[in-house]
């Protein structure tokens, strides 16, 4: 479909090596805008601002349909570590928005913003369903930006080290990583994908070697495209890591 946009950023963290197509376009992100959550929260924990282990009781407001298990379950008091745990793992929504109660969209977006992310952002909670009194989408961002963060998760830090074990335990596997190998125990990948009508992203890590983001954005019934589209790019972000890895021939 000619009105699909597809931006790819991938940068092979030995050489520095980098590719872009259409990187810096702004793009509605669906739950990959909750890597920002993560992000703050991660560098909270290693500031001591954070304890993995403080009690959040959940709020009425917190909860919201769409992906995850919390409305499902008894429990009401979950600790912020669980609740990041839930959001990196299953994009769970009400713990992503217990999270945001806690730190504040604006704390998150200052985070990003220090961090080099000028113009991928948080816009909102998340809301399901949205109305048209809401703010147009949970977040917006680019392909370039995303990729930057991936990189600086690769990093040796404390907080990036916790925000990668966060990412390892993503299940769903299904856009960029989809038709490539991938370590079924979450070693060989940190991911967070996301999912929304005209919205299939991905952004991460592989084989601890390429940061990668990949945006896809279309009209509400492209999402097959979309889908065929991100997994297509999976292949060539795999071709390449495989490439760069191959012993050099004299």
């Known amino acids: 479909m000619n009105d699909i946009t597809l931006a790819v950023a991938t940068r092979d963290l030995v050489t520095g090596e980098f590719h872009g197509v259409n990187e810096h376009a702004e793009l509605p992100?669906?739950?990959?805008?909750?890597?920002?959550?993560?992000?703050?929260?991660?560098?909270?924990?290693?500031?001591?601002?954070?304890?993995?282990?403080?009690?959040?009781?959940?709020?009425?407001?917190?909860?919201?349909?769409?992906?995850?298990?919390?409305?499902?379950l008894s429990g009401r008091s979950w600790t912020i570590g669980d609740l990041a745990v839930l959001t990196a793992a299953i994009s769970d929504n009400t713990a992503t928005n217990a999270l945001l109660r806690v730190v504040g969209v604006d704390r998150v977006n200052a985070a990003a913003a220090a961090l080099g992310l000028s113009r991928t952002r948080l816009l909102d909670r998340i809301r399901e369903p949205r109305g048209p009194a809401d703010p147009p989408t949970f977040a917006i961002g680019t392909a370039a930006e995303l990729c930057g963060l991936a990189a600086l998760v690769a990093?040796?830090?404390?907080?990036?080290?916790?925000?990668?074990?966060?990412?390892?335990?993503?299940?769903?596997?299904?856009?960029?990583?989809?038709?490539?190998?991938?370590?079924?125990?979450?070693?060989?990948?940190?991911?967070?994908?996301?999912?929304?009508?005209?919205?299939?992203?991905?952004?991460?890590?592989?084989?601890?070697?390429?940061?990668?983001?990949?945006?896809?954005?279309?009209?509400?019934?492209?999402?097959?495209?979309?889908?065929?589209?991100?997994?297509?790019?999976?292949?060539?972000?795999?071709?390449?890591?495989?490439?760069?890895?191959?012993?050099?021939r004299s």
Request: hydrophobic letters at 40%; charged letters at 20%.
């Open 29 to 72: 992100l669906a739950s990959v805008g909750k890597l920002l959550l993560l992000a703050e929260v991660a560098m909270s924990v290693e500031g001591g601002i954070l304890h993995p282990d403080t009690p959040v009781t959940l709020h009425e407001d917190d909860y919201c349909g769409g992906s995850g298990l919390l409305p499902s």
């Open 155 to 248: 990093g040796p830090g404390g907080w990036q080290r916790l925000m990668r074990g966060w990412m390892r335990q993503n299940t769903d596997h299904s856009l960029v990583p989809a038709l490539v190998r991938h370590d079924p125990e979450g070693c060989w990948l940190a991911n967070k994908t996301g999912t929304d009508e005209g919205v299939r992203t991905d952004v991460g890590i592989m084989d601890g070697r390429t940061a990668y983001a990949v945006l896809a954005h279309g009209p509400a019934g492209s999402e097959h495209e979309l889908a065929f589209a991100v997994r297509r790019e999976g292949l060539d972000i795999a071709a390449r890591l495989s490439a760069a890895r191959a012993p050099s």
